[in-house]
C-alpha cells in the first residue's frame, strides 16, 4: 500500500505543460493584433483557471518536482529555444531579457519578504543603487562583467543604512520606513545634479572579452539581435540566481528565514536568532536586486530616476503577492504576465499600474495565495514527506 | 525685518503643522478603532484636493463667482465626497479583511492608493501635470508693528485649529465619541453592550476622510498648486507622525504633525540647499525618528503595537 501511494509520478504531465506553456508564449510573443492578443488572454486565463479547478496544476507541479533535475534542463532548453525562434526581432529578445530582470529582482525580493517576512517597499530604490552603481563606475577602466557583482554590493551597503530600522520594526512600520526610503532615493536624484538629475545617465555597453554586447553577429545564415546578448547573459544570470534561492530554501538557512517569518516569539525559543537571519535575509536580498539593478542598467544604456520610482517598487511587490508569496515559479509566471502584458496590449499601458493595483486587490480578497501557492519545502527532487 | 521672515517661517511651519495633524488624526483614528493602517489616507487627502478643485471649476462654469459661496461649497463638497469613499473603504474594503493577516490589510491599502492615484493621473483631465489651486481668500494684510500677516493665512490657521478642536470634542463630548473610544478601548465588548461596531467604523472613517478633505483643501488653497502624487509624502509623514505621538492618541498624533513640520522648517532654513532638498530631508527624518523611536516619544501614552 505504501508503494503505491510513493509510486513516482510519471514524467508526462510536466512535460505537456512545458510544451503547451512554451508554444503559449512563442504564440503570444508573435502575434500583433490586438484583438487576437485578447483572444488569447483569455483563453490562457479560462485554461489556467480550469487546470487549476480540476488539480491539474498541483499535478503537473508534483510531476515536476519528482523529475526536477531532467525538467530544469529541459525548461531552460525550452526557453531558450523559444528566443531561438525571435532570434531577428530586437524588440521580443529585449522583452524576454526585461522580464528576466524582473525575475532576477524578485528572487531577491523573495528572500526578504517571501521567506523572511520582512516588508521591503525600496525594491526599485535597490535597483536604481545598482543600475546607478553601472552607470558612475562603467568607464572603460573595469571589465563590464564585474560591474552585475559591484552593483550587488553597492546595493548590500545602502541597503544596510535600513538595516537598523528593519530590525527594529516590523509590519507597518518597516512598510513606511522604506516607502520614505525609495521616495527619498528618487527625489535625492532628481535634485542632485552630479548623477545627472531628471535627465538620468548614460552607461557604458556590456562588453565580454572584447565582445561587444552591442552588436548584431551572424550565426551560420543567421542573423541575430544585439539584444539576444543580454537575454543570453540574463538567462545564465537568472539560473544562477535561481539555483541559490532554491539552494538556500531547502537548506536550514531557509528553514530558519520561515522560523522567523511565523513566529517571532518561538523561534529564538529554539535558538533561532532573528536578528542574524534578517540581515542575512535582507542583505542577500538586496545584492541579488543590485545585481539585477546593474544589469538592467547595462541593457538599457540610459537611465533616469523614472526607471527607480516608488511605483516599480510596488510593481516588483505585485509580481510576488500575485505569484504566490515565497513562491519560485509563480515570479516566473507573474514576472512574464506582469511585464509582457502592457507592452503587447497597448491598450493598456498607460494604466497599468492602475490595473494591477487592482487585480492584487482582488487576488488579496478572493484568493490569497496567489496563482502557484508556494508548496512545502521538498528537500530533495522526488522526495514527499 | 528679521522678526518678518522669523513670522513668515512660522506661519508656513504652523500651515504645515496643521495639514500634517489633520492627516494623521485620521491614522490615528483608524488605528484605534480597528487596528489597522490605512495606508491610503495621503491619497485621500490629495482626491480631497481634486475634488476641492473640480467643484470650484464646475462652480465657475455654472456662474457662482461669489468667493465665500464657492469656498463653502468646495469644502462642503470635497468633505461629503471623502465622507463617503471613506464609508465604502471601510464597508467593502478593510471590514472585509478583519481577521485576514496584517499583511493582507497593509497591501490592501496601499494598492488603494495606488488605485486613487493612478486614478486622478489617467482620468482627471490633463491629471499628470500639476494644477494651479485659485486662491479664493483676501490676500491683503495686517501690519501689527513690524510684522505683516496675510489676512488668508490667519483664516486658513483658525480654521484648521477650530476643525481640530472640534474633531476633539466629537471624540470626547459626544455620543458617536463615546462609542468610538469604546471600540477602540475593547472591541467585544464595546459590541456587548450594544454598540453597532460597523456603524462606528464606517463613521469613524468618514470623519477621518473628512478631515484629509479639509486638509486637502487648506493645502491647496496655501500652495496654490496641487499635483496627483502630493498624498504619498503627506501619508508618510502623517502615518510617520501618528506613530511618533503615539498611535491611537489624537492629542500624540497633533504633537507629532507639529513636531514634523517644525523640524521640516528648521530644515528648510538651516541646512545649505535646504529648500531644494526639502522633501529628501523630510524623508530621512522619517527614517531616523521611526528607527530611534519606533513606538512613539510619549512612550507611556504609546500603545506597543511594534
Partial sequence: MSRFFHRKLSVLPSIIALVVAMAYLALILHVETQSMIIALLTGGAISFFLASRFDLVSMVRQSYSAHERVMDILTALAVVAVSAVYHENSFVLFMMATVLVYVIACLGLNL???????????????????????????????????????????????????????????????????????????????????????????????????????????????????????????????????????????????????????????????????????????????????????????????????????????????????????????????????????????????????LYAVVVTLVLLFRPGGLLPRVPRIYLPGWRP | MSSDILVQYLVSGLMLAMIYALVAVGFTLFFGVLDIIHFAHGDVFMVGAFVALASFLSLSAAGVSVPVVQLLLMTVASIAALALLGILTARYLVLPMKGAPALNVLLMTMMLGTILRESVRLFYPEGANPKAFPSLLPTNSIEIGEISLRVDNIIMLGFGAATIICVSLLINRTRLGLAIRAVAQDEETAKTMGINYTLVVMLTFAVGSGLAAIAGLISGLYYNEINFSMGLLLGVIGFSAAITGGLGNIYGAILGGILFAGLQTIGAVALPFGSAYKDVFAFAVVIIIMTWRPTGLISTLSSERV
Wanted: net charge negative; glycine share 12%; charged share 10%.
Fill in chain 1, 112 to 354: 526578504q519578504f517571501g521567506y523572511a517576512g520582512m516588508l521591503n517597499f525600496a525594491g526599485a530604490a535597490m535597483l536604481g543603487v545598482g543600475g546607478y552603481t553601472a552607470a558612475l563606475l562603467g568607464n572603460g577602466q573595469i571589465q563590464t562583467i564585474f560591474l552585475l557583482p559591484l552593483g550587488g554590493l553597492a546595493a548590500t551597503i545602502i541597503g544596510s543604512i535600513l538595516l537598523p530600522p528593519m530590525l527594529r520594526t516590523h509590519g507597518h512600520y518597516s512598510a513606511v520606513i522604506t516607502i520614505a526610503f525609495n521616495l527619498l532615493f528618487t527625489t535625492f536624484l532628481e535634485v542632485y545634479s552630479g548623477f545627472g538629475g531628471t535627465q538620468g545617465l548614460p552607461v557604458v555597453s556590456m562588453s565580454l572579452f572584447n565582445f561587444n554586447f552591442n552588436e548584431d553577429w551572424q550565426l551560420g545564415s543567421f542573423q541575430i539581435a544585439f539584444y539576444a546578448n543580454y537575454f543570453l547573459l540574463g538567462f545564465v544570470l537568472t539560473i544562477i540566481v535561481m539555483t541559490v534561492v532554491r539552494r538556500i530554501e531547502r537548506s536550514w538557512i531557509g528553514l530558519s528565514f520561515d522560523a522567523v517569518r511565523l513566529d517571532e516569539i518561538s523561534s529564538p525559543c529554539f535558538g533561532v536568532d532573528i536578528a542574524l537571519w534578517k540581515a542575512i535575509a535582507f542583505m542577500s536580498g538586496n545584492f541579488i536586486i543590485g545585481l539585477a539593478g546593474a544589469f538592467y542598467a547595462l541593457m538599457l544604456g540610459y537611465i533616469a530616476p523614472t526607471n527607480f520610482s516608488f511605483s516599480d517598487s510596488l510593481i516588483l511587490v505585485t509580481i510576488i503577492i500575485l505569484g504566490g508569496l515565497g513562491s519560485i515559479w509563480g515570479i516566473v509566471l507573474t514576472a512574464a504576465i506582469v511585464i509582457i502584458l502592457p507592452e503587447k496590449l497597448q491598450a493598456i499601458q498607460e494604466y497599468r499600474f492602475l
